[in-house]
């Protein structure tokens, strides 16, 4: 009796371990690649625990990082956050697949002003994650001037403590603007120009980073720094005071960052739910709170605005009219991109 009950009971559990061990393999893996510090990572978590779906989470510091990623092959994402001008370029390139937005009813809490953007303009490939603009991150005890031309990245007086960004456009772009060019320029005399002057500038400069920026702003490691707003806020709802944004008259960039499926996904329709979760009103709202960057969902922002209506009043989350007519979307340049990554690499080579 006893050895019957034995024979039966490691059978069960044999069984039990075949299912288990089942369930486990065939479990769809997510393949997400984002931004660094873009993401309120207990939304992860609690996707996983709601699907059974399981996210391997990589992260890219810019835009050019994750291209070379993906054009170097041998990766299967299932879902990537590139900007506006690299959705150009993949769309041309024929990296991205067409989004099925039955599976995105919650794309509705989209604001109109995001859909239909000039790099997606039937919108078949996007959904947009978040934007911003480009500016100036300042310490207030550090810097008592008024903050309104990138002129002051170049000013000897701040030499040492001046931080730029370790990305490719947006660092061009800017002694581009300073030049009075345009950011989308290809014209070789205007990117030998701008690339002069980021090489002249290199000796006053701390250092070219990305996500390391806030952290050395708040620790006072240095007194002004280029970065995207969305730092700004993330400084903000850390309760530094002591860190101002502004982004300068001759103008800056515009970017928004979207959400798209490439050609390598095997999973594209739990892609779209992540999507689709991702844009839950309140999953978005706990999202732009945590990361700081500005929401294109319009349910997310009520409620933020409920619970924090000054933010609405910062340029670093809701720029003005006024600052949005002084903004250029950057744009995929073609064959002009071997411009900037010629001057690029003059730059980074001092
Ligand atoms: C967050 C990166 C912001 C993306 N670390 C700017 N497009």
Redesign the pocket.
Known sequence: MKKRFIIIFSLAAALMFTFFTGCEKNKVVLNVYN????IDKSLIANFEKETGIKINYEMF?T?EHMMAKLETGGTNYDLIFP?DYLIEEMIKKDMLQKINFENIPNFKYIDDRFKNMEYDPQNEYTVPY?W?TLGILYNTEMVTEPVNSWDILWDEKYAGQILMLDSMRDTIGVALKRLGYSVNSTNPQEIEQAKNSLIQQKKMVNGYY??EIVDMMINGDAAIALN?S??AMDIYWQEVDYIEYAVPEEGANL?F?CMVIPKTSNNKKEAEMFINFLLDPENAYQNTEF?G?SSPNKAALEMLRAENPEVFEMAAYMPSDEILERCEVFKDLGSAKELYNQAWMEISAQ
């Open positions: 931004w660094g510090d873009y510091e835009n900007s978040f911003g990305v996500d995207w969305g730092a970017w960052d990361v960057y």
